[in-house]
């Protein structure tokens, strides 16, 4: 995805128009503008001059991000070039790119819009003293003022004048219609202009009066001025917009802050000595080295020394981490403590904290799907509203109440209508949420997952790594009758010392626990899906799996027993001879981590159905299923069987998929939502949607929680904006004075004041998102039941081992359909399944004989 920097956009009327002149560029497969932050991301292999030009033509301008802003912008006004000497200070001074970001975020309007407002509000002063103060108050005035034509006289000056502060609105306003894009310049160019220009008419009539010495007409057309109006309305406009800028920066602080933790220097060993260099000039391999209090600058290693590391500013952690020799760090981590030296790993774009600030970069960048309707919208409104304002003239004109009553109705629908509303409505919800997931760890990489997260109807947990630790520990030492546990421990140390296993590794590491030293031991063989053998002082070892023991040696009755009871518990006894002789049982399992049945029960609690998918057996699978707390297990599933899973479960209802193994990353791209442990194996990070920093399950349920909150929020601000207009533009036309007998009249001003205050509602209702407690389970509601609950019942996924081609396909797929009640097979041999569609129940065991009976193991059904 390349990020543009658009200028001169001012509502949702003219992001629509550069998204279409965008997309008209040949090789842009998409194209999305975000207001809030001014970008344009596009997809696809246009020339990044192509681009500029195709906005350039659309009356707007545009550069790369992060590049010189020279580079093909044409400012449309004075006030876009200073915004484009901001970022060149940046961006084109020899600063680093996320300098030239975080600069091109600042917000630089709020200052130019205070400005424009202090001289307006001045203007305005002298203006409605001389329109209100004195004609309805009496308020006095110098003697050559009172005759009326110079005293309007003195009115259309001091409204040209405020007109000229606030030309923006007219420069962008009447060139966006020049460009038959009309935006929301152009409404309150067009209403401001016709009061003002209706008010100069009136003021001509009223010198031809004075010279006819008719003052009876001339007081009576005073009366019909609205040069105040024609002022107040770029002013008032102004008002909000200074409001929004000011609450729109609000917004982007989470992203801002983040960019402010990247340190601006590093201390570099050159020859030996500390050299202090800028961040831009750190390489990938420098050594560098970070004393107590300092920030680390860059992604490294550590090599000498020792420490805790804050990863607050990453993970939103607050307790600090011990890091030694070897341990990975990361950019913007403070080192507490002790002196380190380390070797620079990832340096620039590609540090932790660049690619977090990258993640919730692009997902402000880009749209959320129910943006659709406001963009839609926001394409047809200006002009639709301008045509709304014609038809108010008119007819109040047919109705014969003069031009002194229709004009200020046509005028006020131009002022009060607002598409800047509707733009704003998703876009600073989705910046906010990201901002707020950012804090705690949670990010989102695209508007449309925080949007997915918000309707997440199943979430599908991988069991290793994700449900559990991931690395297996020692659970229970049993020693066999006459026999000491030390005796087993040392015995069971000897022999796997010198296995890879990852269960020797549990035993090993179990026993250094214990102040044990491994004792030597000859003639080591590892006997591959059945155990390990050893000779020691002329003795026999050996230990393994219960089947090859039994097979070789022999189990006593009470060793039978056990072995039983630790299987149902989902843990792996391991058998251990000397000399023939047993010794005793020592059982690993690979523990579920501490807050797994905490998230599991939050996810439940939130009327979301949890599925626990593993290659373990039915009954293991079952065992930790239990004590984590999820009910619906998919067990004996084949490393690349997960995704033939989710596509099953996908039919059912949204699901997300939480894995962080490398074979997790087809069924994260699979899945409605993708949710990779931040832990976890890159592949995994990058197939998925949503990146969890810290390794804890419980950060799955504040993640739905937090896309929940954004998309009631986005939902509200969409209710606000359609509601504004759909009740405003009918009152400010008349339509309910005339059609209900209301005899509420809104002013050009009062609907001016109407517009300046609707973005501004929609962005402090998005800035509500900052309270949203992401790890709160206490205000969680229960979704609505899933539609297709129904077709859930009469579906069912059998998985199967030892199918090898398409052969074995249609042998499967003719014996299941020849059963009463399967009304069609989906088999496929890569992923080891078969997708039963119902038309009745069917008996399990006879879906298993008839596999069975084709040579084929039957596994587990997943209902």
């Known amino acids: ?94 600063l680093d790119p996320m300098a030239a970001e975080e600069e091109a975020l600042r917000d630089h309007e709020t200052p130019k819009l205070k400005k424009r407002l202090l001289q307006s509000v001045l203007l305005l002063a002298v203006l409605m003293y001389f329109s209100m103060g004195h004609n309805m108050a009496g308020w006095p005035l110098p003697t050559v003022f009172e005759n009326p034509v110079n005293g309007a006289i003195v009115q259309m000056l001091l409204a040209l004048t405020v007109m000229y502060i606030n030309r923006k609105f007219f420069v962008g306003g009447f060139r966006s219609l020049l460009y038959r894009a009309p935006n929301m310049d152009a409404l309150v160019a067009l209403g401001s202009s016709a009061a003002f220009l209706y008010s100069l008419v009136e003021l001509f009539l009223m010198s031809l009066a004075l010279a006819g010495g008719q003052m009876e007409t001339v007081h009576h057309l005073h009366h019909n001025l609205y040069f105040e109006t024609a002022a107040m309305i770029p002013a008032l406009i102004t008002v909000g917009k200074m409001l929004e800028a000011m609450s729109k920066g609000r917004t982007t602080d989470a992203l801002r802050s983040l960019m402010k933790l990247a340190p601006k220097t590093a201390v570099l060993l050159r020859d030996g000595k500390e050299v202090t260099v800028p961040i831009a000039e750190v390489q990938s391999g420098d050594l560098f080295v970070v004393r107590p209090g300092e920030s680390i600058p860059v992604d490294g290693v550590i090599l000498e020394g020792g420490s805790a590391v804050n990863e607050a500013a990453l993970t939103g952690e607050s307790i600090p981490v011990d890091k030694t020799v070897g341990d990975p760090v990361s950019a ?360 969890l920093m810290k390794n ?33 533009i009918p009152l400010a036309a008349g339509f309910y004075t005339a059609v209900l007998g209301l005899g509420f009249e809104m002013s050009p001003m009062v609907g001016a004041a109407a517009m300046s205050l609707s973005s501004f509602t929609v962005c402090m209702n998005a800035l509500r998102l900052n309270l949203c407690k992401v790890h709160d389970a206490s205000q969680d509601r229960k979704i609505r039941k899933r539609t297709k609950k129904e077709s859930k019942k009469m579906t069912e996924t059998v998985n199967i081992k030892g199918m090898m081609c398409g052969h074995c396909e249609a042998s499967v797929k003719k014996a299941l359909e020849k059963l009463d009640g399967i009304e069609e097979a989906v088999v496929s041999h890569t992923s080891g399944t078969a997708e039963l569609k119902l038309s009745a129940p069917v008996d399990d065991a006879a879906i298993q004989k008839a596999i069975e009976a084709l040579d084929f193991e039957f596994v587990s059904i997943v209902k």
């Open 1 to 94: 995805m390349k990020q543009y920097i658009v200028t001169g956009m001012s509502c949702a009327a003219c992001q629509a128009r550069v998204e279409k002149a965008a997309r008209a560029v040949p090789g842009v497969r998409e194209a999305t503008v975000s207001l809030l932050t001014n970008t344009l991301a596009v997809e696809g292999d246009a020339a990044p001059e192509d681009i500029i030009k195709a906005v350039v033509n659309a009356g707007y301008g545009a550069s790369e991000k992060g590049g010189h802003p020279d580079g093909g912008i044409r400012p449309r006004s004075k006030q876009d070039v200073g915004m484009q000497g901001a970022a060149c200070s940046a961006a084109g001074c020899g």
């Open 696 to 728: 804890r399950l419980t950060d799955v349920s504040a993640a739905i929680r937090l896309g929940r909150a954004t998309l009631r929020n986005i939902h509200e601000n969409l209710f606000w904006a359609f509601f504004y207009n759909v009740i405003c």
């Open 332 to 691: 913007a981590t403070i080192n507490t403590d002790g002196f380190l030296k380390l070797r620079a790993t990832r340096v620039g774009e590609d540090t932790t904290l660049s690619q977090i600030i990258r993640m919730v970069s692009d997902a402000a960048a880009t749209k959320a799907p129910i943006s659709r309707i406001a963009d839609q919208v926001a394409g047809i409104f200006v002009p639709a509203v301008i045509l709304v304002s014609l038809l108010t003239f008119i007819a109040w004109m047919l109705a014969g109440k003069g031009v002194e009553f229709a004009i200020p109705r046509a005028v006020a629908v131009l002022v009060v209508s607002c598409p800047c509303a509707l733009g704003l409505a998703t876009p600073v919800a989705i910046m906010v949420g990201s901002g707020q997931g950012a804090r705690n760890g949670i990010l989102f990489k695209t508007a449309a997952a925080q949007e997915q997260a918000g309707r997440i109807e199943i979430v599908a947990l991988d069991k290793t790594g994700t449900i559990t630790s991931g690395q297996p520990v020692v659970t229970d030492v049993l020693p066999a009758a006459g026999v000491s546990a030390e005796t087993l421990l040392q015995l069971a140390l000897d022999l796997e010392q010198y296995s890879e296993h990852p269960l020797a590794g549990a035993i090993v590491r179990y026993a250094e626990t214990q102040a044990m030293t491994p004792r030597v031991v000859t003639e080591f063989s590892a006997l591959p899906g059945n155990g390990l053998h050893a000779m020691q002082d002329a003795a026999e070892l050996c230990g393994g799996s219960y089947t090859y023991m039994k097979k070789r040696f022999g189990v006593t009755d009470g060793m039978e027993q056990q072995y039983e009871a630790l299987a149902e518990q989902g843990k792996t006894p391991l058998f251990f001879v000397r000399d023939g002789h047993p010794v005793g049982i020592i059982a690993v399992a690979d523990a579920i981590k501490e807050d797994s049945a905490q998230a599991i029960a939050e996810l439940q609690h939130m009327g979301i159905d949890v599925y626990m998918i593993t290659g373990d057996n039915e009954k293991t699978a079952r065992a930790i299923a239990q004590q984590a707390g999820v009910t619906h297990v998919i067990a004996g599933v084949l490393p690349d069987g997960k995704e033939a899973v989710i596509r099953r479960l996908k039919t059912e209802g949204r699901v997300a998929m939480v894995g962080d193994g490398i074979n997790d990353a087809p069924a994260l791209t699979r899945a409605d939502l993708g949710i990779a442990i931040g832990a976890g194996a890159d592949v995994a990070i990058d197939a998925a949607d949503v990146v």
